[in-house]
């Protein structure tokens, strides 16, 4: 059994009035931009222009994380963003990188061991800071279940990959009593994401390699050999991986199929329910390609249809969550959405 981490609660309260500017991280970074917005994506107020690197959403709510621990939230009818903190789940001001839902509540990590999950509906959080009594650098989160009984992945930047079981059947607050291990899937080299989905849950790390795991205690590799840059962000969709970096990289029985739709190196990939392909990246860049309606794996297999790239924004964009709207973030507080 892993080692336990301590836990702590407290809960974010406050109007949405008046908290960018009490917190002092006002302003516009993402209504400042210029660009096109074609293809329906649109920059939007953002109160904070510190970069943003994470986006998830729960109970109809959307959650953004990024510098100096700053956590925003959308919330109501008109979509407006507010500051829930700008100094972290505990308050120290640690760099915020990843955001994972498990439909009601948010995990978040990042610096120094930062971590912490946030109940959507009641605004509980739970810190969970230095699990595995690790304080490293975390750079992804990946959720396999929901509530307190979910299994919990969280990658780090010296290349592992924490692990911790939810306990069904357990009494009382499992969230409270969580025990951690840790694996490392390659040679050490910093893990960019990891994602679960389909009875897999894979990563990429900085070698450009991809392993996958169906326990957290043993990785395989399953790619890329040859990968022509840095791999950053990866999705599953009808059972078969899709990474993205300087290109995108579709799993298959042969290999691995490689797509070149856009110049730009992506950071982000998502994929809908009809098999449409939303990837975010360098520049602004926003690349699209529309579903038909059948399986989604045996949609990106093929890669049929037209490419569409799109740049509403200057300024890089790390990461997106599909929804209504889709919403991508990134550097100098930047928030699209369509």
């Avoid at 957290?216 to 599953?236: E, H, K, P, Q």
């Avoid at 045996?298 to 990461?319: C, H, I, M």
């Amino acid at each position: 059994m892993g080692t336990m981490t301590d836990v702590s609660r407290r809960r974010f309260l406050g109007a949405a009035t008046g908290a960018a500017l009490a917190w002092g991280v006002t302003g516009t970074a993402s209504a400042a931009e210029t660009g096109s917005g074609r293809g329906g994506w649109q920059p939007v107020d953002s109160p904070t222009d510190r970069a943003l690197h994470g986006v998830a959403r729960a109970d109809a709510r959307t959650y953004a994380v990024g510098g100096g621990g700053v956590i925003l939230q959308r919330t109501g009818d008109a979509g407006e963003w507010r500051v829930l903190t700008a100094s972290g789940p505990d308050g120290n001001g640690s760099n915020l990188h990843t955001a994972a839902s498990d439909g009601g509540r948010v995990w978040i990590a990042g610096a120094s061991g930062a971590l912490a999950v946030i109940d959507a509906a009641t605004g509980d959080v739970t810190t969970h800071r230095a699990p595995d009594d690790v304080t490293n650098q975390f750079t992804s989160i990946a959720l396999v279940g929901s509530g307190a009984d979910a299994t919990v992945y969280v990658a780090d930047s010296a290349g592992h990959v924490h692990v911790s079981r939810g306990r069904a059947g357990d009494t009382g607050d499992k969230d409270s009593g969580r025990d951690w291990t840790h694996a490392t899937p390659g040679s050490g080299a910093a893990i960019r994401d990891v994602t679960a989905a389909d009875g897999r849950v894979v990563a990429v790390d900085a070698n450009d390699d991809v392993f996958e795991t169906h326990s957290g205690a043993s990785w395989d590799r399953i790619g890329i050999d040859d990968a022509d840059a840095t791999l950053r962000g990866v999705a599953i969709a009808g059972g078969t991986a899709h990474v993205v970096g300087g290109a995108l990289y579709s799993e298959t029985a042969d290999g691995w199929d490689v797509a070149n739709p856009c110049d730009a190196t992506l950071s982000a990939v998502e994929i809908g329910s009809c098999g449409c392909v939303h990837a975010v990246g360098a520049d602004g860049t926003v690349l699209h390609r529309p579903g038909y309606g059948i399986p989604a794996g045996t949609t990106l297999a093929k890669w049929l249809g037209r490419w569409e790239t799109t740049r509403p924004v200057q300024t890089e964009l790390d990461d997106l969550v599909l929804g209504a709207p889709h919403v991508a973030v990134g550097a100098n507080g930047t928030i699209v959405e369509r």
